[in-house]
Each structure stands twice: as C-alpha cells, then as structure tokens.
C-alpha cells in the first residue's frame, strides 16, 4: 500500500503535538514521526486498503492544528484546572470518621 509524507515546521508545531495528533491516526494508519530540521515528517502508510485517503493532508494538518491550540489553551490554564481538580477532590472526601 502506497504510504503517504507530510511535512510539519518544527518551528511552529511543537514535537509532541506531531506525535499527539499521529497516535490520533494509529488506528488507520501505521505511523511514522521523524525530525528532520526544519521539519517533522509524518509518513502514514494505510493498515487496509479501505482507508479513506481523501484530503488525508488537509485533515491531519487541521488536528495538528488542534492539538497546538489545546496545547496552548493547557499551558494557559494549567494552574486553574489544578485548582478546579484539587476543589473537585476535597469536596468528594467522604465527611465524619468513617464508622457507620
């Protein structure tokens, strides 16, 4: 089966958003993540032949895109949500001793 190569700017896609948005594609697709400065190169080869490989290129840019957008939006708010996550906890603490 024919495999297909993207190119991503290593300047503006972040490594582990390459490789966050190719396990997306793991399912279909056996995956392949390389640096070759100044680019990631993604090759995904089909696992079958019924994969749909139309616009394969537009839509794994698209999630890549995604992914830097959730990996900025993260990185913005982390400290918020682990102050929304340690509330969430402390409030699930069950109350008393314990005994019945």
Known sequence: ME???LELDAQY???D????TAYRYSGDFYVLVRS??????V???PRTPEVDLADLAA???TDACDDRLRAHVALQT???QRLLMRAA????????????
Request: avoid cysteine; proline fraction near 5%; glycine fraction near 8%.
């Open 13 to 15: 896609f972040a490594a």
């Open 43 to 45: 090759t995904l080869r």
């Open 59 to 61: 839509r794994f840019q």
């Open 3 to 5: 495999s297909i190569e």
């Open 36 to 41: 070759a400065s100044p680019n990631h190169v």
């Open 89 to 100: 906890l402390e409030s699930a603490e069950p109350k008393g001793d314990g005994r019945l």
């Open 17 to 20: 958003v390459v490789a966050r």
């Open 78 to 80: 982390g400290d918020l």
